[in-house]
């Protein structure tokens, strides 16, 4: 199922019906993983999360895993947690503050800007001819910061955040979401975590308001 055409015949928005395949089709979701997931704006996390240089937290972006991190500018950062030599995690933990990153698998080491930083027996196996500058962790082309909850595009063409988040969708989040008339939000230490094997629209449409449950 790739064809446009097709996608729209599952979507009956006059009649607010969608078909079975939007929450269960294997080839859906993947145009989903390109279309959506590639290119929109996603939530990464909270700036309250990485208030210090050095502080991070890991998350995914459709499948891929990210670290949001303040690097020691205080620029708030979102790196590919793959390490560009095998592909190796370079974070293996949720959230800290460090100095750097360094891979587990053979020791290459990066810095909070992604930038890599080092490789052991350098001189002897690469012959003084490794370009570090070339090698660094792959970073997510945007990132925005909308009144702290902090957004990320691999998308180096996506709409600046506000423009694309519309008026609506801005006034639903700083207002309901973000509570700013009441003096807006803080993340506090500690995570909520839900495991779902199921489609991840079943996730969304419980967190925004599907109360018809049988208790
Ligand atoms: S995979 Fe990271 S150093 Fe080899």
Redesign the pocket.
Same mark, same amino acid.
């Given at each position: 199922m790739t064809d446009v055409d097709e996608l729209r015949d599952i979507v009956d928005w006059q009649n607010g019906l969608v078909a079975p395949a939007v929450h269960f089709d294997e080839d859906l979701y993947r145009i989903e993983a390109d279309r959506v997931f590639n290119r929109a704006w996603l939530v990464v996390g909270h700036e309250d999360m990485v208030r210090k240089p050095g502080d991070y937290v890991t998350n995914y972006m459709g499948e891929v895993p990210v670290i949001v991190v303040r690097d020691a500018g205080g620029q708030i950062r979102v790196l590919v947690n793959r @390490?560009s030599?095998? *592909?190796?995690q370079?974070c293996l933990f949720d959230r800290g503050n460090v100095k750097g990153f360094t @891979?587990s698998?053979? *020791?290459?080491s990066y810095g909070l800007d992604g930038a890599l930083t080092g490789a052991p027996m350098e001189q002897m196996l690469y012959r003084g001819e490794l370009d570090k500058s070339a090698w660094g962790l792959e970073e997510v082309a945007k990132v925005a910061n909308f009144k702290g909850l902090l957004l990320a595009s691999f998308d180096p063409a996506a709409p600046a955040l506000e423009e694309w988040l519309g008026e609506d969708v801005r006034w639903w989040l700083e207002n309901f979401v973000l509570a700013g008339p009441l003096g807006g939000l803080e993340a506090l230490p500690g995570w909520h975590r839900y495991r779902s094997p199921g489609n991840w629209k079943l996730i969304s449409e419980n967190f925004i308001g599907d109360d018809y449950h049988v208790f």
């Open positions: @390490c030599h095998r *592909g190796n370079v @891979c698998y053979h *020791g290459w």
